[in-house]
């Protein structure tokens, strides 16, 4: 047997804002702009787990997609859905609300949990617009 | 020449919550759920902007799509892209944030400038999530 | 306050087949193709539901969509999904199992529930492949 | 049984231009910008046909999709797929070569072809790029 | 010249069902769940079949894609399209008819074609639905 | 901090045709079919850049996306958008206009002005139509 990918799909809702605390006004507004605005914007995001691993003979599963959905959805989706990424959220604390920052605080989250259950992360992807997303491999460089 | 619709897509990214501010947190919770999170949560809102007419015969448009996505833009996306909805709009003050309020506002802000541009709008539509959006077609009921 | 129109969406995988059973193999197989295959095929198939009605005042809600999601999901995810729609679905018994038939079992399912919640059902858009779908409006002809 | 609407997506790649040759360069280029573009350009065009009637009693069908695709694919995409819209198509000849207008003639090409076949035409919907479509219903006003 | 992958998407509509004969019913309902449904269930799944090289000079190509979709339609779809995974297809007999297991069966059956073509299979990716997915990289681990 | 992706999508319509000059038409019809046509076809195309990088500290980017959108639009959006590929573009004189030629130029453009402004670009992934994408990750062969 060899090894296979399979990724679970999940989405959630969130408000943030881009903003440098140690920065001035004007020093925020030139380099994130729009998303800056101090009222806040969200995005619909969308989240792809990846696990990699072998069929288990019996069932010709990786990780039974139910588990793996429990996993993200207590892990990741009750604490980040319908809320504000940066105050909300215990994980996110004192970090700044970017896709990047955000993708790899979700591997965190997940990486464990998975790995008990017979798993290994492979990959996060994290889609805020249909314009742009972020791929994590849990710091790995495959390309 | 016969009528026939066109539509022009455009996007905004916001920020809202569900409270009705005379209702208690325990009515407004059972009511709007998570969508009543006080820091707000957010969207990635897609919006169908359909423009009634015949097409003119040296064009072959029913409106020139440059005149029409800058017409939403001015009236729509500017005001409402990156911004919180209960707090940032001047035409949504007051209003309930839900997507068939939005949309209607929205119908309210384009009706004019269209008509001026020798176009009828016909219809708007907003998708809030991949699973929910909403329809109007200025109150009149199609079906 | 206008009527406006939004639409729940909601998913569900299912196996048919296309046999008419007065009919010789050959004349199905001539009228079906693939689809008459004896042992089954299936789809993903996504459904809208479209409720119409005025925005209630508290709530600039048609209908809370928590609501209408439920009422889908007990009467038409619930028996549709992962299930066959030839041999294990109650309301569809007798019934050559194709999307037009299937379409107008769904609004059937749906009417009086919908209507039970203050709404009023519109229109059922089911989708079977990228390539087709149906749409039934209670058997109005709005076009 | 009641009237219920079915339709069938199609698909076809290809070049054209918008100029009014009755116009000087100057014109062309203010009114159509970069789509007057000499050279020519080219889109994705996805083709939806609608056609409703009445589910037949021993198959469920409006129409049979096979029998509606071979319809498009001999009267629209045959001609259209991989040609210039401009210069190509004996259908097109004389006409600006706007969305609008494509829709109208493949309306013309299919109407008489789906009557034959026991179905009705009832809309036709063409998408250029993910910004922009347009809707055709023979000339009514649905809405 | 450097190596470059390009990928050909086709699509097939199956039924199948989740059951691990050697297990009681119980033991499949509670891992397999509604998947194990007795009648079957069904998806339209989406395959991704990716080739690696470097273009020919003449042409531009890795391979040709019609010389790939028709490997695909001959080895893949052809046996799997409107069928039932668990009855039909001599290739996936005996097998759980898992997504994982189904795309290294899907890579076995074009690997040696796609060679002889002059391409080298890198990657099966097979939708089964909106949410999930399986890739397979002929047992390498690319992360 | 680790490496992590992002990646931003832009689109542009162009036109083109496959013919190898020094070919036959006999010859170019049997390699090239309905792509060889005469008077050109064309496409949405969607390009979605890949840039790798660790989050800086002080906004959690790994680039800007406006300065990658920027850079995208300037070096490749620009002079491909609204264009013909064969007799428009200064960097494609002379190839072949394929998927794959087109996806290795679009790199070379790019490669430069990413590294000036602190980021690796990393993968370009360029989609002709909706069965068809190509993926160049710089020669490098990760699977």
């Known amino acids: 047997m060899k090894t296979i990918y399979i990724t679970r799909r999940e989405t959630f809702n969130a ?72 105050l909300d959220v215990p994980f996110l604390v004192g970090m700044m609300a970017s896709t990047e920052n955000l993708a790899i605080a979700i591997w965190e989250q997940l990486e464990e949990d998975v790995l008990k259950h017979g798993g290994e992360l492979a990959k996060i992807k994290l889609i805020e617009t249909e314009n742009n997303f972020v791929e994590y491999f849990g710091g790995k460089e495959p390309f």
Chains 1, 2, 3, 4, 5, 6 share one sequence.
């Open 15 to 86: 408000a943030h804002k881009l903003v440098q605390p140690l920065w001035s006004d004007e020093k925020n507004e030139e380099v994130f702009g729009k998303c800056a605005n101090k009222n806040w914007h969200g995005h619909n995001f969308t989240l792809y787990v990846t696990v990699k691993g072998k069929p288990e003979i019996n069932t010709g599963f990786v990780i039974n997609l139910k588990t793996l959905s429990n996993i993200i959805k207590e892990n990741v989706i009750e604490p980040l859905d319908h809320k504000n990424l940066n």
